[in-house]
Each structure stands twice: as structure tokens, then as C-alpha cells.
């Protein structure tokens, strides 16, 4: 909608943004609660190798149980919680609670599962970043190569000489890096090099037409040519149908997650459905 103002000029009302700024007001001061008040959980979604038939990780994805609203969606109190800088306690909660419970799981005998968590920019220009991994790596000793960070494009482009110091401080550790929604950021590929990646994960809207859209299907298979080229392994996100994993997996990217699979559930789910001695694998 646009609207015409005193002196003939226009401004411009996105109804959505409008609505988030509304709910981001609503939620701020519950938000400075929940975390002693225990609101939040992690989902976790599979994330499969199709070579491998079976599930190879699972990426934490945090939930926030409102006393009064229920289940708040991440992509609303996320940016309230890095605009507050909340994320930095937030965020080391979700790595601790992330990794405790992938020890859980490797106790009792899935001892090669993956854990990937999701880091704001905030908490990765934070110094004490790199001594939480430690230290949680440590307590739990669990392998380090086993926990994958995300983080996106735009986050490490925010401040790139930081990221890359922090990212080589961390690969030392010999965890993971991962980057999320590859393809929809800003960085140049000449940069991309000087990143010490692991992982790119190609964003769920170039999955989604991927059947439909000539324009879709040629970034991804470039996105899938250019990891291999670069050594980087590639994960493919948001695959909602068989035809999708199909067409993913002739293009030889057989790493993927999204709801045709399983989507994010609750611990206990997960192990019901995908952690079982038969290791039933995800097409039950
Ligand atoms: P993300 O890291 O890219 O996570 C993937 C999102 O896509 C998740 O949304 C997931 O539920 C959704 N998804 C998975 N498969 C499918 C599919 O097949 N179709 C569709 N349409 N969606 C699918 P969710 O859980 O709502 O999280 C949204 C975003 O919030 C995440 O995007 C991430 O950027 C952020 N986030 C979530 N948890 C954390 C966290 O612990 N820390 C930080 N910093 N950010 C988080
Ligand atoms: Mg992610
Ligand atoms: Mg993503
Ligand atoms: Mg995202």
C-alpha cells in the first residue's frame, strides 16, 4: 500500500513489517524472561545422506513456549533477540542444551550423529565464543568434527576480517563451519575462498521450484558444482518432495533436510521416529 502524505510525497506501508514491529513490542519484555523462566526448547530436524539411507545429523532448531501465545515463531523473536543482544545468552544456551542432548543420543550408541546449530553474528564477533565450544567439546567430549555451526552469508559479511579470524580460531577446534541459506546473501565467491567452510547449505527457496523453474534448477546446480570444485560438502534445505530428492540426488547432492523427511521435531520424537535399534531410517 502506499499513501500519499502532506507535501506529495509517498511513504510505503508493508503490512508485514508493520505487523512485525507490533508483535516485536508485545514480546520484548517476555523475552528478557524466558530464558530463566526455561520458555525455550530445541526441535530437531534429520538431516538425511541418501547414499547412506539414513540419518546422518539433525540441525537444533529453538522453539519459544509464550506463557500466554504458545509457540512463537523463531523468525520473529530471533531479530528481536540480536537487536536486544539476548542472542548472546540465548545462543549459548541453545549450543550447551544442543550439545548435551547430542551426548545423550551418542550414549546411547548413535555415536556418529551430527549436531548443526544456528550462530547469530552477535554471538560470532563475541570473544568468548570460541571458549563456550571449547568448553562444551570438553564436558561432554564429544568429537569435535560432529558439531557443525551455521551461520549465514550476510552474517559473516557484516564484519569479514572478525568472521574470518573467528572461523579459523573455531576450525582449529576442529568443529565445522556451515553456511546457511547459501545463495540468497551477498557474498562474492573470490570471498567465499577465504572462509574456512565446510558446508553449503543451498536455501529452501531455490528448492522449492526446483521442478518448475529453469531459472532455480541452474543456481542450484551450479551452487552443487561449485561446492564440489571448492571440496565443500552440500546440503540442500527445505526438500518437500520425493520428485525434489530425486532431481537433488542425479545431480549428486544426496545431503538433505526438510519436511519431506521429518520436520523439526521434539527430542523425544525424534528418537522414537529415527532412533531406534532398527534404525528405521526416514521413509517408515
Ligand atoms: P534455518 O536455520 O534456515 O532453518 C531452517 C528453517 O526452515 C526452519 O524454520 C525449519 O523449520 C524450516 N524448514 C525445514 N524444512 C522445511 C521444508 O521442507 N519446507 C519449509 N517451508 N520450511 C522448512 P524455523 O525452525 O522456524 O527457524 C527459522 C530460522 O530461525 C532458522 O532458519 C534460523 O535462521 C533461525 N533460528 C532457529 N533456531 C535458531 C537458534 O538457535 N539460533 C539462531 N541464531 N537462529 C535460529
Ligand atoms: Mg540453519
Ligand atoms: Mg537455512
Ligand atoms: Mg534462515
Not at 560432529?146 to 568443529?175: F, P, Y
Not at 549428486?252 to 521434539?266: A, D, K, N, R, W
Request: glycine letters at 6%; aromatic letters at 10%.
Amino acid at each position: 500500500h502506499s499513501k500519499e502524505v502532506a507535501g506529495g510525497s509517498y511513504y510505503f506501508y508493508d503490512e508485514k513489517i508493520g505487523k512485525r514491529t507490533i508483535e516485536s513490542v508485545k514480546y520484548e519484555n517476555a523475552l528478557y524472561r524466558a530464558l530463566e523462566r526455561d520458555e525455550f526448547t530445541l526441535y530437531y530436524q534429520p538431516q538425511v545422506d541418501l547414499c547412506k539411507h539414513r540419518m546422518v545429523g539433525v540441525e537444533a532448531l529453538i522453539r519459544w513456549n509464550h506463557p500466554e501465545e504458545g509457540l512463537v515463531s523463531p523468525d520473529i523473536f530471533i531479530p528481536l533477540a540480536e537487536q536486544t543482544g539476548l542472542i548472546v545468552p540465548i545462543g549459548e544456551w541453545v549450543l550447551r542444551e544442543a550439545v548435551s542432548q547430542l551426548k545423550k543420543w551418542h550414549d546411547k550408541g548413535f555415536d556418529d550423529l551430527c549436531m548443526a546449530v544456528n550462530l547469530s553474528a552477535a554471538q560470532f564477533e563475541q570473544g568468548s565464543l570460541h571458549r563456550i565450544v571449547k568448553q562444551v567439546l570438553a564436558e561432554t567430549g564429544i568429537r569435535p568434527e560432529l558439531l557443525h555451526l551455521e551461520l549465514t552469508e550476510n552474517q559473516i559479511m557484516r564484519n569479514t576480517d572478525l568472521a574470518i579470524s573467528t572461523m579459523n580460531k573455531l576450525k582449529e577446534l576442529g568443529v565445522h563451519l556451515d553456511i546457511d541459506d547459501f545463495g540468497t546473501g551477498y557474498s562474492s565467491l573470490g570471498y567465499l575462498q577465504r572462509f574456512p567452510l565446510t558446508t553449503l547449505k543451498i536455501d529452501r527457496t531455490f528448492i522449492r521450484d526446483i521442478l518448475l523453474d529453469e531459472d532455480d534448477r541452474a543456481l542450484t546446480d551450479t551452487i552443487i558444482t561449485m561446492a564440489k570444485n571448492m571440496g565443500l560438502e552440500v546440503i540442500a534445505e527445505g526438500v518437500e518432495t520425493e520428485e525434489q530428492a530425486d532431481y537433488l540426488a542425479s545431480r549428486e547432492c544426496t545431503m538433505m533436510q526438510g519436511y519431506f523427511f521429518s520436520p523439526p521435531v521434539p527430542a523425544r520424537k525424534l528418537e522414537k521416529d529415527f532412533l531406534t535399534n532398527d534404525q528405521g531410517g526416514w521413509s517408515r
